[in-house]
């Protein structure tokens, strides 16, 4: 791959967006372009659009951090509409806002190679992830799109739910920090019971709550593709943790589950060390930050000392003493293959 990189103010630093368009007449056959960290704002963003309508090389191009806002957003765009070649697009940390994702949307309703866009912490509120969800009903090959932190609420939360029903592409979506509340929770575990594409879904840091742990639990007794998962900070307490537990035991294909910070307590621990005894496909299990104690951490190394899954489990930030360490130091003893993380961080 030829890739141009003027990242961390390299651009800047050097002439400005003239010094891309001035490399670009010398480079006629770029696939990358990395402008990360440099302030090129919408003026700059306009620029790179021009580029990207009539070059038919770039495969992938790197605008985070880079000081875009609604106007610049709507061009590249634009851009995107009639470009052919782009594959990846990293707008992350950048303020398109409700416009620049609706216009977005827009280009992902005819755009035919786009596989991967990166909109993280871009302000697209609930309208523009209202239509940013539409196009997704349409769009057959984003197969990963990253939309965390937008403040999508609970009409952009529920928008993206429906499509989720019905996309049959996607396999990656980010929706954390996006203020979703418990209803929509429940409706996105409602598409995952139908949904057979997606293998990796986060959801962090959203008040989701108890109801919609165990919705999402329900969900993964009969969800077939699901590998990673992410409920850091989701407030599912015990009764959710339980849930989790109880989807496990039947659970074949997920990999990866990250429960930090859910106050699943020690009866939400001794569950999910139940279901650590029949489960053999989970390799990763975080229990950090979660008042697991030390009664509840002995309950669950006992079957990790025969176990090979799962092959790391998080456990930092927890109510463990000495007798706690002593049962972890004793489960790894049993399992070299098994790595368990334990202290205060």
């Not at 806002?69 to 990846?88: D, P, Q």
């Not at 409920?231 to 959710?240: K, P």
Request: hydrophobic content about 35%; some cysteine; overall charge negative.
């Amino acid at each position: 791959m030829e890739n141009l990189s003027f990242d961390n103010n390299i651009l800047i630093k050097s002439g400005g967006i003239k010094t891309l368009v001035e490399a670009l007449k010398n480079n006629a056959t770029p696939t990358a372009i990395d402008l990360r960290n440099n302030p090129i704002g919408d003026e700059g963003a306009k620029t790179i659009a021009e580029i990207l309508k009539s070059n038919a090389t770039l495969v992938s191009i790197d605008l985070e951090n880079t000081s875009i806002g609604s106007e610049g957003g709507k061009a590249i765009a634009e851009a995107v509409k009639t470009n052919t070649t782009l594959t990846t697009i990293n707008l992350f940390n950048n303020n398109i806002g409700s416009e620049g994702g609706k216009a977005i949307a827009e280009a992902l309703k005819t755009n035919t190679t786009l596989t991967t866009i990166n909109l993280f912490n871009n302000n697209i509120g609930p309208e523009g992830g209202k239509a940013i969800a539409e196009a997704l009903t349409s769009n057959t090959t984003l197969t990963a799109i990253y939309l965390r932190k937008n403040n999508l609420g609970s009409e952009g939360g529920k928008a993206i739910a429906k499509t989720l029903k019905s996309n049959v592409t996607l396999n990656t979506i980010h929706l954390g920090e996006n203020s979703i509340d418990n209803e929509v929770g429940k409706a996105i575990a409602e598409a995952l019971k139908s949904n057979t594409t997606l293998m990796t879904i986060d959801l962090y840091n959203n008040g989701i709550g108890s109801e919609t742990g165990k919705a999402i639990a329900e969900a993964l007794k009969s969800n077939t593709t699901l590998t990673t998962i992410d409920l850091d900070s989701t407030f599912i307490g015990s009764e959710g943790g339980k849930a989790i537990a109880e989807a496990l035991k039947c659970n074949t294909t997920l990999t990866t589950i990250n429960l930090f910070n859910n106050d699943i307590g020690p009866e939400g621990a001794k569950a999910i060390a139940e279901a650590l005894k029949t489960n053999t496909t989970l390799k990763t299990i975080d229990l950090g930050n979660n008042h697991i104690d030390d009664e509840s951490v002995k309950a669950m190394m006992e079957p990790l000392k025969s176990s090979t899954t799962p092959a790391t489990i998080y456990l930092y930030n927890n109510n463990i003493g000495s007798e706690g360490g002593k049962a972890i130091e004793e489960a790894m003893n049993s399992n070299p293959k098994m790595m368990i993380y334990y202290g205060r961080v």
